[in-house]
């Protein structure tokens, strides 16, 4: 029987490694990035701020999820961008995924949130399977709703 993967709550020390899995991250997936350490610097400022929260799985670690926190409009309620989700490609499959999502979920739930938000390609069926599987929908007010669309655009 393997071992539950460990979540922690990623700190300033640990910047140079979210910056190293952020642009691991892009680079797969051909999207443009800046430098990891880059990456590191401003995940450093952002986490200093208090309104984002890096989680981390596994022993290198393996993987990430990178949380933003804002003031909800429809309630007195935080709501929660689950803006990134990476696990490194040699070990998916492991159960590091759903350990970060299920551990989000909880910090999120901790620090106030009532809602959490997230996009993903339609490509990314692994990712999708996971996140209907902890309940999150692309469907507006019930299961047979309108279709909801994530958009987004350079300014």
Same mark, same amino acid.
């Given at each position: 029987m393997t071992a539950e993967p460990q979540v922690r709550r990623a700190t300033a020390a640990d910047a140079a490694a979210i910056g190293r899995l952020l642009h691991d991250f892009n680079r797969e997936f051909e999207e443009p990035t800046p430098p990891a350490e880059a990456l590191a610097d401003r995940l450093r400022q952002l986490m200093a701020g208090g309104e984002t929260i890096v989680l981390f799985a596994g022993d290198r670690p393996d993987g990430l999820a990178v949380l933003r926190f804002r003031p909800? /409009?429809?309630s %007195? $309620? %935080?709501?929660?961008?689950l803006a990134e989700l990476y696990? &490194?490609?040699a070990?998916?499959?492991r159960? %590091?995924?759903r350990a970060l999502m299920d551990s989000a /979920? $909880? &910090?999120a739930r901790d620090a106030g949130a009532d809602r959490m938000e997230l996009g993903t390609s339609e490509d990314d069926v692994a990712a999708r399977a996971l996140?209907?599987?902890l309940g999150f929908s692309n469907r507006e007010g019930r299961p047979d709703g309108p279709l909801s669309f994530f958009y987004e655009r350079e300014l």
């Open positions: 909800a /409009i429809w %007195l $309620a %935080l709501e929660c961008y696990v &490194v490609p070990r998916r499959g159960g %590091l995924g /979920i $909880a &910090v996140y209907e599987s």
